[in-house]
């Protein structure tokens, strides 16, 4: 365990600072060089829930890295102990690649953490720990940058609106760091646009995650959320979500269009990546198309 750092730094020298809670001391130790290697301030790390609880007012992370799966007190316990201790901190849930993994990293976005990172199952190195790092320091920059944002002035919803002129056929929405839980209050707040034209929804996740995600969004909105799968016409009512792995595009034209999956290349590292379903919508729809 990394004791925390005795003395805070000027305000104006300030780096964000994380924490890293993991029972594995292999893991500890690369993610913390990791996220020091991005610039942050590894602020503690710490073996289980317990210890992190311990080290949380004398270490004062502002992001910690919170395993799920650990001896004495796990993830899921911890998770609202940190928040009802440090409620400004952000917490990122750290979970294995598999089903029962992604089934506790949504029972902890309902809990209060902000975003999941799924980790390989096997040791952190080659191509899956490229990855794992690669979605780490984005994750860690996505939430820099939101702490670091002037909050917007406060005014009241408005409904959404297509080009002018045109009413809206198709809703596409695009996540990265801090979507799962931005596109359940997303969907939330669209009301009955969901009833009357289809939307569909990529976040860039593994496959796994993406099905239980489509189960969390149905869960927390009501509305008639599923994967979506090759072929599939698109219909009002329906929320479908990028599956895994895959890019999700649109074939056909307005009226008859329909999903198409396909496992080109990632875009920037990301598959699906929301540029495919855009450039799809734009071309089918045009001005009637919202994103």
Request: aromatic share 2%; charged share 20%.
């Amino acid at each position: 365990m990394l004791a925390a750092s005795a003395e805070a730094p000027k305000a104006s020298e300030r780096r964000p600072r994380g924490m890293g809670v993991d029972d594995s001391v292999v893991v500890r130790g690369i993610v913390a060089r990791w996220v020091a290697a991005a610039g942050y301030d590894v602020c503690a790390t710490a073996a289980n829930g317990r210890q992190a609880l311990d080290l949380l007012a004398a270490s004062r992370p502002d992001i910690v890295l919170l395993d799920l799966e650990m001896p004495e007190l796990d993830g899921v316990t911890a998770l609202p102990l940190i928040l009802e201790r440090r409620p400004a901190v952000s917490v990122i849930v750290v979970s294995t690649l598999t089903q029962r993994g992604a089934v506790l990293s949504f029972r902890c976005l309902r809990l209060g953490a902000v975003d999941c990172l799924p980790k390989p199952a096997s040791r952190l190195d080659g191509a899956a720990a490229d990855e794992f790092r690669r979605e780490l320091v984005a994750k860690l920059e996505g939430l820099t940058a939101e702490r670091n944002r002037a909050p917007a002035p406060a005014h009241p919803p408005s409904p959404p609106q297509p080009g002018r002129g045109a009413a809206a056929e198709i809703v596409m929405i695009g996540a990265s760091t801090g979507g799962p839980q931005a596109v359940t209050d997303l969907l939330t707040g669209l009301g009955d646009v969901v009833a009357r034209v289809p939307v569909l929804v990529v976040q860039h996740m593994p496959p796994t995650f993406t099905a239980v995600f489509a189960d969390h969004l149905a869960s927390q909105t009501g509305l008639a959320v599923r994967e979506a799968v090759h072929g599939q016409p698109l219909l009002p009512g329906q929320v479908l979500v990028a599956p895994g792995g895959r890019h999700m595009g649109l074939a056909g034209g307005v009226g008859r269009a329909a999903i198409r999956l396909d496992d080109s290349p990632p875009l920037r590292h990301c598959r699906p990546a929301l540029d495919v379903l855009f450039g799809d919508g734009a071309r089918l729809f045009g001005s009637r198309a919202l994103g």
